[in-house]
């Protein structure tokens, strides 16, 4: 249970401690309802008195109709949601993924449902996928703003969508699908591979669309690896991304909220199992990361003791719910906390630019609204309540917080990484924008 007592809550926080309920005292209601919020995705628990809810199958009429546009599709294309995660269908979808040899591409909820690390996923060419996939199945992911309301250029204007969701209101949302099929993701997906199985289909491995999903997936890759190599300094975010990659434990939990520093923290860090990935999702919404590290922290102090939480925060972004390291450090929680900082939302100013700025008059006048304090010392936060803080400047730096943090097994750590202010996401794919000119 978590939540922030005053009277009458107070009583009910005692009560619940008293039949055996552990209660988390939260510094915010909203981070309370956001841990609460995590506990129930992560663990799949229902309130204890409802019981369970009835699984719900598609119609046959419609599984028998989706089937024939996958097999008939000359550019296919899974998207594994966050809904496929949370009706835990993770073997039926490794095995539609690998009977049929489709390729997949996550959304960030959605990442690990399949590995990362499978053959079949084409995240590293997310973009080309998307735009030119002929035959779209959705199997618990909606087309907003995270998949760009599934419109053109984004997308093909005649790509032909199946979509597989567990609520009715959704189906047909900003596109018509060709196959509507409203079930539980796991249900459907069973029934959906039962048909494919009797056809014995196959998507074959030398389509010219696999070639161009592979060519796109290699080049991307390595436009990411050379910027994560690059040796100047500050760092930019690929550099810091490689750096805590090639020492996290596989299995995890990752929680990441922020603008760049989620959405590159997405294609450079891996998921390997569902569930293990929880950041600011379909409203893009900051301040829930800290609540979910906690909630994250006391599933695995349940579950798994030796699972690691990190949470990796843009410098805003930890901002919103940032006092809630005092309640990791008074749970001892040994969560991770790493802020990518760059000194600002988007972008920043580093300190000489700072001073100038602010020779120009109010800074309320002329101070640009991203910017945030520079060189601000997130890390002293976490130190005044008694965890670790480490301000990191260099790969070396970084390494060796980081191996310590790991090594802390009873207190949360905050690892604040300064990084080029100006430091940038690799270029999209570029996509031709409207012209308002006639
Ligand atoms: C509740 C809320 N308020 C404001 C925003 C607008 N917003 C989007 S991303 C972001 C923060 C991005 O900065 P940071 O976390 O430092 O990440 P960076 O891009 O700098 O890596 C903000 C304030 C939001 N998404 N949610
Ligand atoms: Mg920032």
């Known amino acids: 249970m978590f939540g922030i007592v005053g009277i009458p809550v107070t009583e009910l926080a005692i009560a619940a401690q008293a039949s055996g309920i552990k209660f988390i005292g939260m510094r915010n209601e909203q981070a309370a309802s956001y841990a609460a919020s995590a506990v129930g995705y992560l663990t799949g628990r229902y309130v204890e008195c409802c019981p369970a809810p009835p699984i719900s199958m598609a119609e046959e009429m419609a599984v028998s109709q989706a089937v024939s546009f996958i097999v008939h599709s000359r ?6 949601g966050k809904g496929a995660a949370y009706s835990r269908a993770e073997n039926s979808i490794r095995k539609l993924v690998d009977q049929c040899g489709l390729p997949f591409l996550p959304t960030p909820m959605g990442k690990g449902v399949v590995s990362d690390s499978h053959p079949c996923c084409v995240a590293a060419a997310r973009s080309r996928a998307l735009q030119y996939a002929d035959v779209i199945v959705l199997l618990g992911a909606r087309l907003n703003w995270i998949l760009h309301f599934g419109l053109p250029l984004r997308f093909q204007p005649d790509v032909k969508i199946i979509q597989v969701d567990i609520c009715a209101e959704e ?3 900003n596109v018509r699908p060709v196959a509507a099929l409203l079930g539980d993701i796991k249900a459907v997906t069973e029934q959906l591979l039962g048909q494919l199985n009797k056809k014995l289909w196959k998507y074959p491995s030398n389509t010219d669309w696999w070639k161009e999903l592979r060519a796109k997936v290699k080049s991307n890759e390595e436009t990411s690896k050379a910027l994560s190599l690059q040796k100047g300094l500050p760092m930019n975010y690929y550099t810091v991304f490689h750096h805590v990659r090639e020492l996290l434990p596989k299995d995890c939990i990752l929680i990441s909220e922020g603008a760049n520093t989620m959405d590159i923290g997405r294609t450079m860090l891996p998921n390997y199992e569902p569930r293990h990935r929880l950041d600011a999702g379909t409203f893009g919404t900051m301040g829930v990361g800290l609540g979910f590290a906690i909630a994250a922290a006391m599933v695995a102090k349940d579950q798994d003791p030796k699972q690691r939480v990190v949470c990796i925060e843009g410098d805003s972004a930890f901002g919103f719910s940032g006092m809630e390291v005092e309640t990791m450090c008074r749970y001892s929680l040994p969560i991770i906390i790493i802020i990518v900082n760059n000194n600002g939302i988007y972008s920043g100013l580093d300190a000489d630019t700072w001073k100038e700025i602010l020779k120009l008059g109010e800074p309320s006048a002329c101070v640009p609204p991203v910017s945030l304090l520079p060189n601000a010392h997130y890390e002293q936060i976490m130190s005044a309540f008694g965890g670790k803080g480490y301000f990191v400047q260099t790969p070396e730096e970084l390494q060796a917080a980081l191996k310590a943090s790991l090594a802390e097994k009873h207190v949360p750590s905050l690892i ?16 031709p924008s409207f012209s308002l000119l006639p």
């Open 75 to 80: 550019k296919p294309l899974l998207i594994i």
């Open 171 to 173: 189906l047909g949302n």
């Open 416 to 431: 604040n990484i300064m990084i080029d202010p100006q430091s940038d996401r690799k270029k999209q794919v570029s996509v």
